[in-house]
């Protein structure tokens, strides 16, 4: 049974037009995270939630925010999105050290 | 800062090779350690996991082993398979923080 969720797996948008992306858990974690993942490269992480608790990296472009309505979704939304933004997004939760990873939402800029 | 370097690919390798994934580490204090595995169009999988010094993760037949006197977190398979073609990603957690820091990956490829 699928753990963490994440829809869509392929968005498509255009430049400069907002979109969110979604992750939902099963799991009751406290713990959400977002990563970028470009091409041949290690996942970044943009932020995480501790509970409703929020924390931004410092080097994520004002351009991502994120929202936690509860414990089992979490969203991210990316305003203005450039070509640069197209990559894999991962959304990921952990408990007691252990992080479970989504299969990802590969998003592409026209 | 906390830092993973992993050796760099790609690598080619033929079906029942050895195979070994260099990874080193700069922590503070006591990290835990761990690899990931990505296959094409997928997240990430958790391959396997140590948390203290000595402690060897072992999973589908990888094994890593914590050493603590080199910062050395090496993957190794004794025998791969071309199901093992993917990306490997080494990392770290410190002990009092929620983030994992990752290497830049390894790409694996096995020949049948």
């Known amino acids: 049974d699928a753990m963490v969720i994440q829809n869509p797996r392929y968005q498509v948008t255009q430049f400069g037009k907002p979109v969110t992306l979604s992750c939902s858990q099963t799991l009751n974690h406290n713990v959400m995270y977002w990563y970028q993942q470009k091409s041949s490269q290690a996942p970044k992480l943009l932020f995480h939630y501790y509970d409703k608790d929020f924390n931004n990296e410092a080097d994520t472009p004002d351009n991502f925010q994120s929202r936690r309505p509860n414990t089992s979704f979490c969203f991210l939304d990316i305003r203005s999105p450039g070509l640069g933004d197209a990559a894999m997004y991962l959304c990921?939760?952990?408990?007691?050290?252990?992080?479970?990873f989504g299969p990802g939402t590969r998003l592409t800029v026209l | 800062g906390n830092s993973v370097t992993q050796m760099e690919g790609p690598v080619t390798l033929s079906e029942e090779a050895f195979l070994t994934i260099n990874c080193t580490y700069t922590?503070?204090?006591?990290?835990?350690l761990f690899w990931y595995v990505q296959y094409p169009g997928e997240g990430l999988q958790l391959l396997l996991k140590a948390t203290k010094a000595d402690d060897k993760g072992s999973n589908k037949g990888f094994e890593a082993t914590y050493r603590k006197e080199t910062t050395s977190f090496h993957l190794e398979k004794g025998s791969v398979q071309v199901s093992d073609s993917a990306v490997y990603f080494c990392?770290?957690?410190?002990?009092?923080?929620?983030?994992?820091?990752f290497g830049a990956g390894t790409t694996v490829t096995v020949r049948a």
């Open positions: 922590a503070t204090g006591y990290p835990s």
């Open positions: 990921a939760t952990s408990r007691d050290g252990r992080e479970f």
């Open positions: 990392a770290l957690r410190s002990s009092n923080d929620y983030k994992l820091s």
